[in-house]
């Protein structure tokens, strides 16, 4: 194993050429990912590297794509169809919601599919209403499918790798301001991030701050800032939402007493609502405050950077939530 | 194609005129294509019963006056081949070998069933025979046809697939999606339009702004025909050249398949007044499928009436006791509800 400092992109990028060095069934499709070399240039190099087909330049046609993958796992192949963003698989959600999350079930279990969607989820840069959306919520609320929103490179890379070799139907949600964030990187053909396991990324006694993807970071900076007051913020990183690690979290709470969970998504009915109602069910009594919620504000995302920025929560407004909880 | 036929009738001069058929099955075959859509007919009659009977449920479509398409089509496919088709299967998973008494229950929600009781009616599969269903949403399968295709080619293989689809779903956005993506990678998908010409209780010509279906495949740079698909020994020559074709050429073919269902929409559309007039159904029954082959076996001495009404009674006894083997089948154990969500992991149980 080699550690490796590399940026979350190129993370990304690694573990799909691992898995395709490793099993010629795996092959990579989405629109402009080969001779453009990936909107995002997650995909930057693989078309020369493996070719048509293994690099799959598609139509712009998400139902019709991911149809097909799902199709094409059901006898053998290991598709990863990159999403140029998570914002157009709503075009698809027929065909991921529909089709692929219901085949292992509808055939009760005679076929699976083994298949990752990836790609970008979440506010870039004045990218605007139809192009910012936090989907990762949405899928999560889908028996059949598993979703993952990792914030760190290694977690990128080692995740990625499990979702490849996963045979259900994975979504992969990459956030697009995190593509530059470095770290480091434990390369190795077998390095595996299983699901199901959130991590705790900072330790401390007062309260717990439960984030994914690019929240992680915001509740990190928060932290940060409390930390010079005197209050010690645990950071839990849950990093897959499907399946849930509720014990990680649960066991944080016990220690804290108190809780924000905090994620990207309109604040209204996203998957921190779900983290939040679990809490109350299951820690009520070591709760010394009620859970708070912080999450995007519930509008379309505008356009003017003054705007979007008021949307994406940032660490002045967890520690406002911090606030809230007594401290 | 005679003067009553509904393709003639609605279509007439824009359908090229089967040539004159020179018989190519041997009496043994012939007796073998009446058994299997002889079965159907039955088999399908029993399960418009059943849903009457309250022991099925949900939405039901059977396959009665279509017999020759799939019959005719699935009979020249080779045993490594992929089909996929919507939710009036019951007749491709008869043919492609599930064993009928699971079928049967799967339709009666019985454990037993194809799927365990978990997929009903529409959601028939048998992948170990390479039936890839049993699809519920119009249009929503037609590119995972096409993703099977891909993987056959993907992997240097020959097979050929055959993606059954309605005359409804061939206006779905991702029918033409898939169509473009199969023009422009080669992919060896005979896409097949079963032209029972009505989407559910609307008429071909109020849903179509062209009439013509194969038509479709011409922008895509897709061959394209329309063919009868009433007599199934014209099918199984027209299928023969095509599959051939698809086979060796590794490209994708669009086929428009002529057919007419006698039947409902489903078990529950109980007023066909509403889209069709009684006059057009008989017409279209002149030209049942069954009886035009009955006709040729006749004529041919094949077999004689005795004998033909010996084979009815025979299937109907057969398709009885399908039945009965699957209505004495046990419903699924309620613990059951929380197997197959996923491969590898348990789901959360309980509200």
Known sequence: ?327 | MGAGGIAARRFRGDMAQPAELTIEESPAELEELYRQMLFIRHFEEKCNQVYRMGKAGGYLHVYIGMEATAVGWLSMLRKDDYVITAYRDHAQALLMGNDPVAVMAEIMGRRGGTSKGKGGSMHLYDIPHNFFGGWGIVGGHIPLGAGLSFASKYKGEDRVTLNFLGDGASNAGVFYETLNMAGLWDLPCIFLIENNEFAMGTRLEYHAANVELHRKGYPFGIRHERMDGMDVLAVRKAARRIIDYVRNEQRPYLVEVMNYRFAGHGAADNDQSLYRTPDEVEAAKARDPIKLLENVILAQRVLTPEQIEAIHSDIEDQVQEIYEKADAMPFPDPEEVYDNVYTDMEVEKGH
């Open chain 1, 1 to 327: 194993m080699a550690i490796k400092e590399m940026t979350y992109r190129e993370a990304v990028r690694q573990a799909m050429v691992d898995e395709m060095e490793r099993d010629p069934n795996v092959f990579l499709m989405g629109e402009d990912i080969g001779r453009y070399q990936g909107t995002f240039r997650v995909t930057q190099g693989l078309f020369n590297q493996f070719k048509q087909v293994r690099v799959l330049d598609t139509p712009i046609t998400e139902p019709g794509i991911v149809g097909l993958a799902t199709g094409a796992a059901m006898v053998g192949l290991r598709p990863i169809v990159e999403m140029m963003t998570m914002s157009f698989s709503i075009l698809a959600l027929d065909q991921i919601i529909n089709h692929s999350a219901k085949v292992h079930y509808m055939t009760a279990g005679q076929a699976c599919v083994p298949l990752v969607i990836r790609g970008p989820g979440g506010a870039a840069n004045q990218l605007s209403a139809q192009h910012s959306h936090s989907m990762e919520g949405w899928y999560a609320h889908v028996p059949g499918l598993k979703v993952v929103a990792p914030a760190f490179p290694a977690d990128a890379y080692g995740m990625l790798k499990t979702a490849v070799r996963d045979d259900n139907p994975v979504i992969f949600t990459e956030h697009p301001t995190l593509y530059g964030v470095k770290g480091e990187v434990p390369v190795d053909m077998d390095y595996l991030v299983p699901f199901g396991k959130a991590n705790v990324v900072r330790q401390g006694s007062d309260i717990s701050l439960i984030a994914y993807s690019k929240m992680v970071h915001v509740c990190l900076e928060a932290a940060e800032a409390l930390a010079a007051e005197g209050i010690q913020a645990e950071v839990v990183d849950v990093r897959s939402l499907l399946p849930l690690d509720v014990e990680t979290i649960y066991a944080s709470v016990r220690r804290t007493h108190r809780a924000v969970v905090v994620y990207e998504d309109w604040r209204s009915g996203g998957f921190g609502a779900e983290i939040a109602a679990r809490i109350g069910e299951d820690c009520f009594d070591d709760l010394d405050a009620p859970v708070g919620r912080v999450g995007g504000l519930n509008v379309p995302m505008p356009y003017a950077r003054v705007l979007e920025l008021q949307c994406i929560p940032n660490a002045n407004d967890v520690i406002a939530a911090v606030r809230k909880a007594g401290l």
